[in-house]
């Protein structure tokens, strides 16, 4: 079988992709180490949240490792922990890309300017796993993560709006 013989749904079968408000996600950060020059590793403050459908507070151990890619977009791989309203705990995985920033706005980021959406393009897709009977149901979401806001310094953080994609 070729790719052009596989089969194909019947034009306007499929319905569009919808989305559904999951939560806002705010992570504070400590600098980056960076153990290359095409990696960074950033670990979080205190003070990380999901709030909406999921409350949560983030936890250690958690970590955002960050690869550089040639053309200078960034690759991003997230592990995150976080204990639920519940008292359970919220293993979090979600990958990305942020696509190259302009010259300018990397240089307002790298002194400690905030960057909101929608300047960077900056998209990732989280997953949920969880034994809490209360949140059960996330361990079958997949999530796409809608870039909100970034920054370095006294204020280092990244904020997402999470979304659940039905």
């Known amino acids: ?13 499929l319905a569009p992709l919808r989305t559904e408000f999951l939560a806002s996600l705010f ?13 960074l590793v950033f670990t979080p403050r205190a003070g ?19 690869r550089v890619m040639p053309n200078g977009s960034m ?17 979090v995985t979600y ?3 942020l696509r190259k920033p302009d010259e300018a706005s990397w240089s307002l980021f790298m002194a400690g300017e905030r960057i909101d959406a929608p300047r960077w393009y900056y998209v990732v897709t989280p997953q949920f796993e969880t034994a809490s009977r209360k949140y059960a149901w996330l361990n079958d ?12 310094g006294a204020q280092a953080h990244v904020a997402f709006e999470l979304l659940e994609v039905k």
């Open 1 to 13: 079988m070729t790719l052009t013989s596989l089969p194909q749904p019947a034009a306007g079968t």
């Open 27 to 39: 992570a504070p950060l400590h600098a980056p180490s960076a153990p290359s020059a095409s990696l």
């Open 48 to 66: 990380g949240t999901l709030r909406g459908r999921v409350n949560a507070e983030v936890i250690d151990p958690t970590g955002d490792w960050v």
């Open 75 to 91: 690759r991003i791989d997230v592990r995150m922990m976080a204990r639920l309203d519940d008292g359970e705990l919220l293993y």
């Open 95 to 97: 990958g990305g890309v």
């Open 141 to 152: 979401v997949q999530a796409l993560g809608r870039f909100l806001s970034i920054q370095t």
